[in-house]
């Protein structure tokens, strides 16, 4: 089987995270899409703003909503706790699934920081790479890194879905303005419910 990988704080999950997980499914005929909630990411600027269990919340809605069946919430990380680094969600993934192929998906922008994750080199070995383009950021791969990655690069498609981040919708959200483009019905539930995110 294989598995693609989409690794994020989701906070909180929005319309540009299922687009991107459907169109490298199509590309790379993945027969599942994990979405994988970060107990702590490691390189994250921004404090997050909702804990893990409200952020697989979330997801589960979102997913739920959109009903793509090779779309299945990945709790590995939250359970884990910690930091979470790529490399160790790769190992322990790989160790208890060793039939099935990985496939990493990150934005060009989280690609040109590859160099500050967690033992590089290793990752080359433990998954492929899908890059999809984010505004602003080039997605070359570094000349010493060529000969080891695997890697994918998606078309993407409907831009303004893309360029959609967490950051402003969370922005948004904190001065009352309407979301329901770019969150999913459930979700924007969900968020009034529990009186997440009041200002930014």
């Not at 699934?97 to 990752?123: S, T």
């Amino acid at each position: 089987m294989r598995i693609g990988v989409l690794g994020g704080s989701f906070d909180p999950v929005h319309r540009g995270h299922l687009g991107v997980a459907a169109a490298v499914a199509d590309a790379l005929g993945l027969d599942r899409v994990w979405f994988l909630p970060a107990a702590q990411a490691p390189l994250r600027d921004a404090v997050v703003r909702a804990d893990g269990g409200q952020r697989a919340e979330m997801l589960r809605r979102a997913l739920a909503e959109v009903g793509d069946a090779r779309f299945e919430l990945c709790e590995w990380e939250l359970a884990r706790g910690g930091i979470s680094y790529a490399v160790d969600t790769l190992r322990a993934l790989r160790a208890g699934r060793p039939g099935d192929d990985f496939v990493w998906i990150l934005g060009a922008d989280q690609w040109a920081r590859l160099g500050a994750w967690r033992e590089p080199a290793a990752l080359a070995r433990l998954a492929e790479w899908a890059v999809y383009a984010r505004p602003g950021y080039d997605d070359a791969l570094p000349e010493a890194w060529r000969a080891e990655f695997q890697v994918h690069r998606v078309d993407p498609g409907r831009a303004g879905v893309w360029a959609i981040s967490s950051s402003e919708v969370r922005a948004r959200l904190g001065r009352g303005e309407d979301v329901s483009e770019w969150v999913p019905d459930k979700v924007i539930e969900y968020i009034r419910e529990n009186g997440l995110y009041p200002d930014h």
